[in-house]
């Protein structure tokens, strides 16, 4: 299994920064992407940003230039610095860990495509 809890999220005006922070556990070893999603109240989940094992990095067109994704191996945590926040933002916030092969860790099998979400942070930008 895959734990992941997210923190970060709050109440800004426009123009202002937060960082979101994703705390994983459990048998990372062999996730290779790591993602944020949000959904805004009435919509369907949307892929912000995703930070692969390789390095490889996405952004939503909407978040480019202004959210930045990155990982800390050692520590196994996750962040999203989002920068220049917009009313559009406002969204309750998912980590997401994604097992890109078949990995067998200390006798528990986990599947290409298995993924783990996180309970959700809100972020909310008031105009």
């Known amino acids: 299994q895959v734990q992941l809890v997210e923190s970060g999220g709050g109440l800004v005006q426009a123009g202002d920064s937060l960082k979101l922070t994703c705390a994983a556990s459990?048998?990372?070893?062999?996730?290779?992407?790591w993602s944020w999603y949000r959904q805004a109240p009435g919509k369907g989940r949307q892929l912000v940003a995703t930070?692969?094992?390789?390095?490889?990095?996405y952004y939503h067109d909407s978040v480019k230039g202004r959210f930045t994704i990155s990982r800390d191996e050692v520590r196994n945590m996750l962040y999203l610095q989002m920068n220049a926040l917009e009313p559009g933002d406002t969204a309750l916030y998912y980590c997401?860990?994604?097992?890109?092969?078949?990995?067998?860790?200390?006798?528990?099998?986990?599947?290409?495509?298995?993924?783990?979400w996180g309970q959700g942070t809100q972020v909310t930008v008031s105009s």
């Open positions: 997401n860990a994604e097992f890109g092969v078949r990995c067998d860790v200390a006798g528990r099998d986990h599947m290409a495509g298995e993924d783990y």
């Open positions: 459990g048998d990372t070893v062999c996730i290779s992407a």
């Open positions: 930070v692969t094992n390789s390095d490889n990095i």
